[in-house]
């Protein structure tokens, strides 16, 4: 603390460097967290949709008419034709699966795996968020992992009579 004091009472303009070594610190701090906000901020609202496409996908490609006899069966390729659906149509993505926002690129979604198995009805979707920083200093491109899963189970037992 005592150094500090000195250089701050200092006359030969040591000073001004220190203050200005000290607001570099402060700025470059604050453009990580920005950053790092963003970055969550975005990976959060794209799990959040891709977990409603999965769901609404597994939904759709249920068979029903094996329901009644306490069956829980799905058509796979249904449900991944419909997970496609939902991604080109709400999520409003391209062949490639990028996404712009006028025309400004955003981010791409990359699916390494895409699970379907029919008995238990479950989809899984693993892949990552391939996005870039919104400052130019701050080069290359991001991978965010995400997994996403959706099950419809049978319920056999239980609820209201």
Same mark, same amino acid.
């Given at each position: 603390?005592?150094?500090?004091?000195?250089?701050?009472?200092?006359?030969?303009?040591?000073?001004?460097?220190?203050?200005?070594?000290?607001?570099?610190?402060?700025? &470059? @701090?604050?453009?990580? =967290?920005i #950053?790092?906000?963003r970055?969550? %901020?975005?990976?959060?609202?794209?799990?959040?949709?891709?977990?409603?496409?999965?769901?609404?996908?597994?939904?759709?490609?249920?068979?029903?008419?094996?329901?009644?006899?306490?069956?829980?069966?799905?058509?796979?390729?249904?449900?991944?034709? &419909? @997970?496609?659906?939902? =991604?080109? #149509?709400?999520?409003?993505?391209? %062949?490639?699966?990028?996404?712009?926002?006028?025309?400004?690129?955003?981010?791409?979604?990359?699916?390494?795996?895409?699970?379907?198995?029919?008995?238990?009805?479950?989809?899984?979707?693993?892949?990552?968020?391939?996005?870039?920083?919104?400052?130019?200093?701050?080069?290359?491109?991001? #991978?965010?992992?995400?997994?996403?899963s959706?099950?419809?189970?049978?319920?056999?037992?239980?609820g209201?009579q």
């Amino acid at each position: 603390m005592g150094a500090i004091k000195r250089t701050l009472q200092n006359r030969k303009g040591d000073t001004f460097v220190f203050i200005l070594i000290l607001v570099f610190f402060i700025l &470059t @701090l604050a453009v990580i =967290l920005i #950053e790092y906000f963003r970055m969550e %901020s975005l990976y959060q609202q794209v799990e959040y949709v891709l977990q409603r496409g999965v769901n609404s996908a597994v939904e759709y490609a249920m068979k029903d008419e094996y329901r009644r006899d306490g069956y829980a069966l799905m058509d796979t390729e249904v449900a991944k034709e &419909t @997970l496609y659906d939902y =991604l080109y #149509e709400s999520m409003e993505l391209d %062949s490639g699966l990028n996404k712009y926002a006028g025309d400004e690129w955003v981010y791409e979604l990359k699916i390494e795996n895409l699970h379907a198995t029919e008995s238990p009805p479950r989809l899984t979707l693993d892949g990552a968020i391939r996005t870039h920083s919104i400052f130019a200093f701050l080069p290359g491109e991001i #991978e965010l992992p995400f997994s996403i899963s959706s099950v419809n189970t049978q319920i056999t037992e239980g609820g209201s009579q």
